[in-house]
């Protein structure tokens, strides 16, 4: 019971991209043990870009909240977690096609999980939600606010009295 009070209190988000990226490096396992002829080689490139993409959705992670506090140098910190990721990732994609550790095509498929793992977050979502037993809050309407005093209660709403429309001779 301590591990799922642990996994209670970390990033939920995260913890849900990583379950997708898992769930999609097992799918893509099960395609290549059908289909493909060089399966280690297949298995290898896969896990080592599913595992870059579970690195690089933590760095991202971080940069965001670096960001979110850092005002307006934030367009500055996020470009360069962006530039730095992808280069780390271009860097092992050259590596892995010189030795031939892997196949490079399937580290970038293994990679394409980061992707694909933002489209199928609603299911890990609830995936997670039934494996903790939480419920997701239910939203409620925002109370109305009063007017302050001497200010009209239609004003600031959009509406449109019928002398503000233009009339059609005008047009």
């Not at 690195?55 to 360069?80: D, F, N, P, Q, Y």
């Amino acid at each position: 019971m301590k591990s799922m009070e642990t996994i209670k209190k970390t990033d939920r988000t995260l913890l849900e991209m990583h379950m997708g990226q898992l769930f999609f490096g097992l799918v893509c396992q099960m395609f290549g043990f059908f289909f493909v002829q060089d399966r280690w080689r297949y298995a290898a490139g896969l896990w080592l870009g599913v595992a870059c993409a579970m690195a690089a959705a933590v760095h991202m992670s971080r940069s965001l909240g670096k960001a979110l506090s850092a005002g307006e140098a934030a367009a500055k910190i996020l470009t360069r977690g962006y530039l730095f990721r992808y280069g780390v990732f271009v860097l092992i994609l050259i590596i892995v096609s010189v030795t031939g550790a892997a196949h490079p095509l399937t580290v970038f498929l293994g990679y394409m999980s980061l992707k694909v793992t933002a489209y199928i977050q609603p299911f890990t979502h609830k995936v997670l939600n039934r494996l903790l037993h939480v419920t997701d809050p239910v939203p409620e309407p925002m109370p109305a606010s009063e007017p302050a005093e001497g200010q009209d209660p239609q004003e600031g709403q959009g509406s449109l009295e019928k002398q503000d429309l233009p009339q059609k001779d005008s047009l």
